[in-house]
């Protein structure tokens, strides 16, 4: 993992309004039960699995996802919202219990959004919920309606030119097999949008919660400080 601390979060900040969402998934706190003390990281996956918590694509677009249910579920979930992607307002059927990162995905059409883990580890389906970074695989698309939603094909300018930080993830090589990239580049404008001009450690820190299988960490630092001198 070459410098990376896994142990360190990508930012502190929070959104407040209406419906609440919570922390980023790497500020939360797992607390396990008293007698369960000492559980590891992997007794908490399997319980997590065993539970029937973590949801596969398969699992959400099966033959539940196609039959012709109501707009409003018998629990009174509005389905048919609208979303607030890209600066565009979008009319998609969502159901309840549906990730973020599944809608965008597979409804949307918008598969910049990578689904790495899919349980809040990787980082590569990272997207901007009211400009902050977000784990969209760990979000549930019912918890964004008021929300501004932007994904990486949203960072293109208004004459299809790039980003800042994509021209610098390019310009310093960072992307190797490439999919990883999305979630570093939102993480990456996160950052600079609150912090204009980072430390080498502060963009160290606040990418962190970005994996790159390939460790191409350092060439993803060099394009943080470099895009930081532009925008």
Known sequence: MGDMDLSEVGHNASVTGSPTLPPPPWETEVILPENQSNWTRRDFIKGVIASGATVSGLSYFGAGCTSSLPAQTSVGV????????????????????????????????????????????CG??????????YYACSTLTHRVRSREVTTVEGLEGPEGQLHPVQQAFIDE????????????????VALLERNSNPTREEARVA????????????????????AAEVV
């Open 207 to 226: 990418m962190s919660g970005n994996l790159c299988r390939c460790g191409a960490y350092h060439h993803y630092l060099n394009a943080v400080m470099t």
């Open 78 to 121: 509005e389905r048919l919202i609208s979303l607030n992607v890209n600066g565009q307002t979008r009319r998609v059927d969502v159901l309840p219990s549906e990730t973020l990162a599944m809608t965008l995905r597979y409804k949307l059409g918008l598969t910049g959004t990578k689904l790495g883990c899919d349980r809040a580890e």
């Open 124 to 133: 590569a389906c990272t997207v901007l919920i009211d400009r902050v970074n």
């Open 173 to 188: 090589l960072g992307p190797q097999c490439g999919f990883c990239t999305p979630g570093q580049v939102m993480s990456a």
